[in-house]
């Protein structure tokens, strides 16, 4: 049986390590279509923002005998959106990307809509849309890069996992605001 070689030798390494330097992150060995991969995280980016701002409009407006926990809910996941759309920043700028945070084209950039409802559950609807909106576009990133970027595609599954809780913490609102109506 014919062993493989783990890694390259130590000083193939080295030398491809000091070629085109400037490219930081980015070494020969990378496969996604970076033009492609930038454009879909600054697309992720304005989501997130766009969902920031959303959230965070529901929990000022948030208002009722349930507003209090429910505001909790959204200043919590307004946090967390933007903890993604740093991620997402660092990510494009590792890449030898610019991020995009113009608000000039900002939703038609944005996969989520921004809406702002009237009542804690059109609210709360508004978000679980959002959060769907979001867990069907990263789905479709993930599976677009597969193996070609896999600090990315990992990044963007932790991002999903987060949106997921989301979803679920919603629709746990919604059930519970049910329940009291009846």
């Known amino acids: 049986m014919t062993q493989k070689s783990f890694l390259t030798d130590v000083q193939t390494l080295r030398k491809r390590a000091r070629e085109h330097i400037e490219q930081g992150a980015v070494t020969p060995g990378y496969k996604a279509d970076r033009d492609t991969v930038l454009k879909i995280l600054n697309e992720a980016l ?6 920031v701002l959303r959230y965070k409009r529901h929990y000022f407006m948030a208002d009722g005998i349930d507003a209090g926990s429910v505001a909790a809910e959204f200043l919590q996941h307004a946090n967390e959106e933007q903890a993604h759309a740093d991620q997402i ?43 769907r909106v979001a867990i069907g576009s ?41 329940k009291k109506k009846k």
């Open 89 to 131: 920043a660092q990510r494009i700028v590792q890449l030898g990307g610019e991020p995009n945070f113009s608000p000039e084209g900002m939703l038609s950039r944005s996969h989520s809509e921004y809406v702002e409802a009237d009542s804690l559950v059109e609210m709360i609807r508004e978000d679980l849309v959002a959060e």
């Open 46 to 51: 304005a989501t997130e923002i766009v969902c």
């Open 138 to 178: 990263y789905s479709e990133m993930i599976r677009y890069l597969g193996s070609d970027d896999p600090t990315t595609r990992r990044m963007l599954e932790g991002i999903l996992a987060m949106e997921e809780e989301h979803a679920e913490d919603l629709v746990s609102l919604l059930a519970d605001m049910d």
